[in-house]
Each structure stands twice: as structure tokens, then as C-alpha cells.
């Protein structure tokens, strides 16, 4: 039987467990032109939420009823498609649920043992492609740049500070627990670090961690977190606006940020972007991060929820900060 996880409502505010619905059906077969893939991880990740409302976005909202979509990473358990065969391990926007049926479209072979399979969908996947892009691609970070990431110990923080210290900058971020700031100084690279939950001011904390001013905001959170940034950015500044997670829950959106005169009198460049337009540079990142992982360059940490009848609270976990880098779902072993 295959284990599915469908929408059954939309959230108003807070996403909640009740939002979805755990359903079970017969393994497909698939049609000419088709594969079936046992899914082994499938990823959580914040954007998901934005899919939840039925609201027009670069991405089409998930459908009540319908099985949810992820990246996930699996096996080819049977083919019925010229360029896949039974064995294969592919990787991909597949669902919620242990078996998939996919026309191809979408999907790419991955070769299993030079890095476990999970690493498809943090390190060598999305989050690490969306770190190069933010920082390099739209931010243009340069050697001896002060760079500062807000959700630094996540998915994508963990590996834009790693990226950046890489490049010769100085990075400085912030997370939501003293361990998470702890493992931002000891293992992912950070030169310094703050919890933004025991700060009384953020734009103090961001200007002891930044002395000299921030040219690279890599910004995750938005909110105040994004406003006392702003703050602290020198002339010329560049800033990655890659995510604002701490306002994706909210039913009503707050006014803000203070301060947007700041962007005129520093000569400021903000910058939204989305990962998947720029596929070039996603494929240059891949070789590079592999190489950097072999060599033991990059530091990468997950964690890992069992079953996907835990996706949801994975999901939800992830977004109140339960995850120390990136949060996988494991649905089957490898
Ligand atoms: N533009 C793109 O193409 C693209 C692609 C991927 C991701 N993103 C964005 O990048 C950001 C990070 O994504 P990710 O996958 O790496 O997730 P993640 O950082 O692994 O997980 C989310 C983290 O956000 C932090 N957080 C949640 N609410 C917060 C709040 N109110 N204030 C401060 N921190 C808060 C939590 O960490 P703490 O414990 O530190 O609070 C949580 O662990 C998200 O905004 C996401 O939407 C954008």
C-alpha cells in the first residue's frame, strides 16, 4: 500500500497538523512512457507553506484533496520509460507519500554512494544551490565583504556562511537557540554569531556581530529581523532577499520595514530571486560543493524525521525552528 499526504484544508494563520490528511492506496503501475519510484527522503521546506494558500505565486498552490509535492530523492522500482531503468536512483519534485508514478519530467538520475542519498535535497540539492545563487549571483559578494544571515544554522544559512568564509569574507549570523549560535562558530564557519530570541535590541546585536557595517545582507527572515539589518548596512550594500520566513504564518501582513530611506541615502540594491531561474549556475554549484565536500570544506548537518506520517510535523517543526540544518523526511531505507 502506498502511504500518501493530501491537503485537507487550507491554514488561516498557523499551519496545523489538522491541515492535512494521511490516506492510503494501492501502489500504482505505471503506463508506457512512465516510472514508478520508491521514495527514500523527501524534503520539508519553508516554501511549502506559501503553497498551502490559494494565492498566485511563481509556484501554483497545491490543491485540496491532492497529494502534496516535494523534492524527493528515491528508486526506480519499475519503468516503463525510455531514459530511466528499475535501479536507478533519481531525484526530483515527486509526493508526499512512499511510491510515485512520474512521466520523467523533472527528474534526474543521482548515482548513490559518493554522498548519501539525503544530501540531493540539502547540500548538493535546493538549499545549497539557493546559498550560491543569493550570495554570488544576486548579492555579488566579494572577498573581505562583511556578509550577515538571518536562520543561519538552517538549511540554506548553514551552507551561506560556509560559501562565504570560502570566498574571504567576513560573516557574521543569527539563529533562534545558544546551540544553534554555538554551531554556527564551531562548525559551520561563522566568525561570530547572536541569538536573535535573547536580543533586546537586533540592531545592536547585528552591529557587535558586524562592526564595520554589513555589505551583504543574506536575507531569510524578513520582519524586524530584516529592519534592524537595514539599519546596519554600509553604502553600497547589496541585499539577497531570498526568504522572509518569520511573517509566512501570518493571516494579516504587517506594514514595514521602518527605515526604507536607508536604501536611497546608502545607495542600497535589494534583490528578490528565485532559485530555479537560474539553472546554469545551479549546475556550476554542484561540481564545486561536491568537490568542497570531498575535500572536507563543507560541514553539512540534517535532521531527520521517520515516516511520512511525520512529514507534517516535520513540516511544521522546520518552521518554528525544530531543525538544525536541513530537515529530511526518511520514508523507506536506501
Ligand atoms: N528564494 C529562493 O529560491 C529560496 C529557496 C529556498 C529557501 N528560501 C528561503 O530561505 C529561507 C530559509 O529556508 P531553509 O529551507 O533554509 O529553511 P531552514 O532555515 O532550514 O528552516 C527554517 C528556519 O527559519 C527560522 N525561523 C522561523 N521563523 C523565524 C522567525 N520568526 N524569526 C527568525 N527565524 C525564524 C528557524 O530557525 P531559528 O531556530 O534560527 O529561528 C527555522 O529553523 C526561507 O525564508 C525560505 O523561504 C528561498
Known sequence: MNKQIRLASRPSGWVKEENFTLTEEAVGEPAD?????????????????????DTKSYIPPFQIGEVLQAGVVGQVVASRHPDFAEGDYVTGMLGWENFSISDGTQLRKVVAGAVPLSYYLGILGMPGMTAYIGLFTIAKAQPEDTVFVSAASGAVGSVVGQLAKIHGCYVAGCAGSDDKVALLTAEFGYDAAFNYRNSESLSASIREVCPKGIDVDFENVGGELFEAALWNMRDFGRIALCGMISSYNDEQLEPGPRGMMLIIGRRLRIQGFIVSDHPEACQEYVVKASAWLAEGKLKYQETTAEGVENAPAAFISMLTGGNVGKQIVQLADP
Do not use: A, C, K, W
Request: charge should be positive; aromatic fraction near 10%.
Open 33 to 53: 512512457g512512465q516510472l514508478l519510484v520508491r521514495n527514500i527522503f523527501m524534503s520539508v521546506d519553508p516554501y511549502m507553506r506559501g503553497r498551502m494558500n
